[in-house]
C-alpha cells in the first residue's frame, strides 16, 4: 500500500493544521494507522493512532487535548487535526499503517509509511 501525506505548512504558535493521510489500498478499512512525527536531530516518536474502524485512539501525552486523530475509510484517509500548535510540534510527520485490528504505538510494528510532511510552528 502506498500512503501520501499532505497539510503541513508554517504556522504560528496556536494556529491549527489538518493533516491528511491517503492510501491506496482498497482494504484501507483493514489498516490500523498512526501518525509519527520526527524533529530535526532527533528520533521519529509516536504521537496519534486509530483503530481500523475509528473507535479506539490513542496519543502521546504531549498532545493530548489538542491532537485529534480519525479516519474515513469511504475515502481511504486519516487525518491528524493540530490545535494549539507549539514550537516544539515543528518536525516532519509521517503517517504509518499495517494490517491489524488493535492500535499500534511502535514504528517498528508498521510496515507501510508515508513521505512526511513538513510542520514548522514559530513562536
Known amino acids: 500500500v502506498q500512503l501520501q501525506a499532505s497539510g503541513g505548512g508554517l504556522v504560528q504558535a496556536g494556529d491549527s493544521l489538518r493533516l491528511s493521510c491517503t492510501a491506496s489500498?482498497?482494504?484501507?478499512?483493514?489498516?490500523?494507522m498512526g501518525w509519527f512525527r520526527q524533529a530535526p536531530g532527533k528520533e521519529r516518536d509516536f504521537v496519534a493512532a486509530?483503530?481500523?474502524?475509528?473507535?479506539?485512539?490513542y496519543y502521546t501525552d504531549s498532545v493530548k487535548g489538542r491532537f485529534t486523530i480519525s479516519r474515513d475509510n469511504a475515502k481511504n484517509t486519516v487525518y491528524l487535526q493540530m490545535n494549539s500548535l507549539k514550537p516544539e510540534d515543528t518536525a516532519v510527520y509521517y503517517c504509518?499503517?499495517?494490517?491489524?485490528?488493535?492500535?499500534?504505538?511502535?514504528?517498528?510494528?508498521?510496515?507501510?509509511w508515508g513521505q512526511g510532511t513538513q510542520v514548522t510552528v514559530s513562536s
Open positions: 486509530i483503530n481500523w474502524s475509528g473507535s479506539s485512539t
Open positions: 504509518a499503517g499495517n494490517i491489524g485490528r488493535t492500535l499500534l504505538l511502535h514504528e517498528g510494528n508498521y510496515n507501510y
Open positions: 489500498e482498497r482494504a484501507f478499512g483493514s489498516y490500523v
